[in-house]
């Protein structure tokens, strides 16, 4: 049981949360993420740690609501209990000084980006982070970002905020403008794969953080399995980061999507109960 | 008293006189009651094994020679008093046959419904021996077990004088379980630490219901408990804490019996289609997570038409879970002939009664799929035997340019694991074998590294819940036997010399 410490709201589906796990908050490191649980009957779900605060012993996790699980994590408030967490899990990000590095990332993906951008910049690099997102309401973490990047670049789909075009608008202009050693990025599968697609144009090395469906989170069950470089890899133990340009993007679309059928049906069950559609 | 002082005892000598060897002998062997085919190939939850009654289960006893000699002991990995406790059914003390069941296995109800037998106790039972059926003893103990849970008065193993000595276990399942059940006899302050929500390991996550009721897991975790064992959930040894924490925080010694890790696919094409999933992830699902309740939060597809890969117990718990959540046609496809599989033969006499089909001789070489990604089909090679492999089974040749291609529409591969990564990957020094399993002394069950033990699945491999039990019980002896024979100082020192435990995965 795990305490739920401060919640806000980065926008109506996006939700902040600051929760106790001293332990956690002490090994953890930047790539790192943690299993969650809400309920008895809850869906183990990963989720990347975002931040973490070695003093109060509190981790923070950025949810957006997408499925059951995370809309049942983001309906908690301050004071509650999420069943259960394990973690630190995963492998950590490897830093060091690259020289150049573009974190480039999409909606809620920032959150995780985060400690990535900050570890980077301590080790001495030149940082400058791309931050996507449809509209301006769902740019998240601006100006956590900001403090720790060299330079902030931020897109929004309709213009509504920073400048008019995607992720790799902006990351396609800082590659023609000067030498980049490295490109994070995470987000959502389909820009990240585009992310990939132009960085291997410009033949920059590129690292992807995936959030593919896992189960016990701990290399016991296979269910996060993507093709890397034509190997099977298991996000849990050999992920979540792995050489962008290596990645099977395609099928990882295709088995993000394997439950949607069953989903939909759950999320409408689960909206049919709490009234939402009355 | 030894096992000669107790078989000399009056009551049990009375017993032996009071019925000749050879009327023992000529009994036939008790029948397990077992839920109708039919009825239990579509319910979740229900036990197929019924358990025997107390008529049954004296008379059984019976049957046992209560031999000077009793080889059945042998057999066992864990050292049960067999003829002690079968002669305490015998007379009707089934309180009795309980407490000697514990003395020497941390999880009778349910070795008596997991452990294979035939190849341990009951293949060294004389009547085995006299070319006749062996007494039933894996019945006997689930008796008696199930007898003690039954009537609420539960029996709490003597637990000596705390040493003030604590000593961590990593993972929860029957190695960890059993080595922390000797350990807390002995007086040590043990706390478990597992990295799921659940306690219990594979008991809970991979065995199913309809073999292993989780209820009864529980009330053999709770025992331990009584006696003093602290268990931690959400807890990943080398990640959570790591075991230089341990250390600080005073732990003297650290079981490592983290067990299974990462399961294994064939490499063949189409193998990450939508619907092709492991064993573990299919199991876990169903088992741990509850998926195909509708409470649960945790989805499974439910397959009509699914096969699952593979000969062994695991293939077996895949395809008749399959079979009671819907499917029409639940296949096994197995590379080899029925002959060669490594299920149980129990487990596979209950498939087939359950309308399971067996595809022996089909080995997998392709996975279709639809434009959705979901699999459609597969591609069998058919397959002959041919001459003996490195494990004694005939192996699988190809039939040139003879294949089959069936419906599908989930498959389950179970062709084996390979162990859990986590801990070799965060213990500096540890060495492990080039498949990854931990090295370990054979005798005592130490690691390179002093103070750790390993054993169980992160030393073997796969193997059996038995196997991994007798691991523990081997480690909590060879532990103490360092903190008290003094020779070697305490923290641990290296005991004898290091030989590597038979590791090999074997091929499915």
């Known amino acids: ?278 | 008293m030894n096992i000669t002082e107790e078989r000399a005892q009056e009551w049990r000598a009375d017993l032996r006189s009071a019925i000749k060897a050879k009327d023992r002998t000529n009994m036939p062997r008790v029948h397990m009651p077992e839920l109708d085919a039919e009825y239990r190939s579509h319910t979740r939850l229900e036990e197929v094994n019924l358990g025997l009654t107390a008529e049954m289960a004296m008379e059984e006893a019976k049957r046992c020679l209560d031999c000077a000699n009793p080889t059945c002991m042998e057999g066992c990995p864990v050292g049960i008093y067999i003829p002690k406790f079968v002669k305490q059914i015998e007379i009707g003390d089934f309180q009795g046959a309980a407490k000697t069941l514990k003395q020497t296995s941390a999880l009778p109800a349910v070795c008596g419904r997991v452990c294979p037998q035939e190849k341990q106790c009951d293949a060294q039972c004389i009547h085995t021996k006299m070319k006749k059926d062996a007494v039933a003893i894996g019945h006997l103990e689930r008796f008696a077990a199930d007898f003690e849970r039954e009537s609420g008065i539960i029996s709490i193993p003597e637990v000596a004088a705390p040493n003030g000595l604590k000593i961590a276990v990593v993972g929860s399942g029957p190695a960890g379980l059993s080595f922390a059940g000797d350990m807390a006899k002995l007086g040590y302050d043990v706390t478990v630490y597992e990295a799921l929500h659940e306690i219990g390991g594979v008991l809970k996550y991979g065995i199913p219901e309809f073999r292993l009721p989780n209820a009864i897991v529980d009330v053999e975790i709770e025992n331990l408990r009584s006696m003093g064992v602290k268990f931690f959930n959400n807890c990943v040894i080398g990640r959570t804490i790591t075991i230089e924490d341990l250390k600080e925080e005073g732990f003297k010694g650290v079981f490592v019996a983290s067990g299974a890790g990462l399961p294994r696919f064939m490499n063949i094409k189409g193998e990450n289609l939508v619907g092709v999933m492991s064993s573990n992830e299919y199991l876990t699902r169903v088992n741990l997570m509850d998926a195909a309740n509708p409470e649960s939060d945790t989805p499974v597809f439910l397959g009509k038409k699914v096969a699952i890969i593979g000969g062994g117990n695991t293939a077996m718990d895949s395809v008749r879970t399959a079979r009671r959540l819907g499917a029409e046609r639940a296949i096994i496809a197995y590379r080899r002939s029925e002959e060669e599989m490594p299920a149980r033969l129990e487990e596979v006499k209950h498939a087939k009664e359950e309308g399971i089909e067996f595809m022996t001789l089909r080995n997998p070489i392709e996975f279709i799929g639809n434009e959705q990604g979901r699999v459609t089909h597969m591609i069998l090679q058919v397959m002959e035997l041919g001459e003996p492999d490195a494990s004694g089974r005939r192996s699988p040749v190809e039939v040139p340019g003879k294949t089959e291609t069936i419906e599908v529409d989930e498959v389950v591969v179970s062709v084996g694991v390979s162990p859990n990564p986590l801990i070799p990957q965060s213990v500096i020094g540890l060495q492990v074998t080039k498949w990854g399993t931990i090295v370990v002394n054979n005798d005592t069950m130490q690691t390179d590294i002093p103070m750790i033990f390993a054993g169980g699945d992160i030393v073997r491999g796969g193997a059996t819940v038995i196997l991994a039990m007798g691991d523990g019980r081997k480690a909590a002896k060879s532990m103490d036997d360092a903190r008290s024979s003094r020779t070697a100082t305490w923290p641990l020192a290296p005991l004898g010399s290091r030989q590597i435990m038979g590791t090999r995965m074997r091929p499915w």
């Open chain 1, 1 to 278: 049981m795990n305490k739920i410490v401060s919640k806000e709201y980065f926008s109506a589906n996006v939700v902040k949360f600051e929760v106790e796990a001293p332990l956690i908050a002490k090994s953890r490191k930047a790539g790192h993420f943690v299993m969650v649980k809400v309920g008895e009957k809850g869906e183990r779900i990963p989720l990347t740690i975002a931040d973490a605060d070695l003093q109060k012993g509190t981790i923070t996790l950025v949810v957006q609501k997408m499925g059951v699980s995370s809309s049942k994590l983001c309906a908690l408030n301050e004071g509650d209990f999420i069943t259960d967490m394990v973690g630190p899990l995963g492998k950590a990000t490897h830093i060091e000084n690259f020289g150049t590095v573009i974190c480039a990332c999409g909606g809620v993906g920032t959150a995780p980006m985060l400690p990535i951008v900050a570890a980077l910049k301590k080790a001495g690099n030149k940082v400058i982070s791309v931050i996507a997102a449809r509209n301006k309401d769902l740019i998240i973490l601006e100006d956590h970002m900001r403090q720790y990047s060299d330079e902030l670049i931020v897109m929004t789909d309709d213009g509504s905020y920073g400048t008019k075009g995607l992720v790799t608008n902006g990351v396609e202009a800082v590659i023609n403008r000067e030498k980049v050693n490295l490109c994070v990025t995470i987000g959502p599968a389909i820009m990240m794969k585009f992310v990939s697609l132009l960085t291997k144009k410009y033949e920059v090395p590129t690292l992807a953080s995936l959030n593919t469906i896992m189960v016990d989170g701990t290399g016991m069950c296979g269910a996060c399995r993507v093709s890397v470089g034509g190997k099977t890899k298991f996000v849990c133990v050999d992920g979540p980061e792995f050489d962008a340009h290596l990645v099977d993007f395609d099928e990882m679309l295709m088995r993000l999507g394997g439950y949607k059928d069953i989903e939909r049906e759950e999320m409408e069950k689960m909206q049919c109960a709490s009234g939402v559609n009355k």
